[in-house]
């Protein structure tokens, strides 16, 4: 089994910030794409940011030159640093990761519980 944990969520000001974290546990072998989603209230779910293995990254055009999101590949873990929010920005985040539990599984995908952001005008 696999677990996803998130942390950080909470209240701040426009213009303020806040760092999500994102911890996997369990029977993990490797995990590919990690990423985090957000869905504010009405909206759908949609993605904000996600990072490669290696790296690569990719963003919503709502978050480019704000957010920054970043992993720990040995941890297992995904961070979102976000900066300049906006009461736009209020959501819950959920991370989400494909993971391989064993070298001949397929990779699946997993959801934390979210954490909820919300940014004050």
């Known amino acids: 089994q696999v677990h996803l944990v998130e942390s950080g969520g909470g209240l701040v000001q426009a213009g303020g910030s806040l760092t999500l974290s994102c911890a996997a546990s369990g029977s993990i072998f490797t995990s590919s794409i990690m990423g985090w989603y957000r869905q504010g209230r009405g909206n759908k779910r949609e993605l904000v940011a996600s990072?490669?293995?290696?790296?690569?990254?990719n963003y919503a055009d709502s978050v480019k030159g704000r957010f920054t999101i970043s992993r720990d590949n040995a941890k297992n873990t995904v961070d979102l640093q976000m900066n300049s929010l906006k009461p736009e920005d209020t959501a819950v985040y959920y991370c989400?990761?494909?993971?391989?539990?064993?070298?001949?599984?397929?990779?699946?995908?997993?959801w934390g519980q979210g954490t909820q952001v919300t940014v004050s005008s």
């Open positions: 990072i490669t293995t290696e790296g690569s990254t």
């Open positions: 989400n990761a494909n993971i391989k539990q064993t070298v001949l599984s397929i990779g699946m995908n997993y």
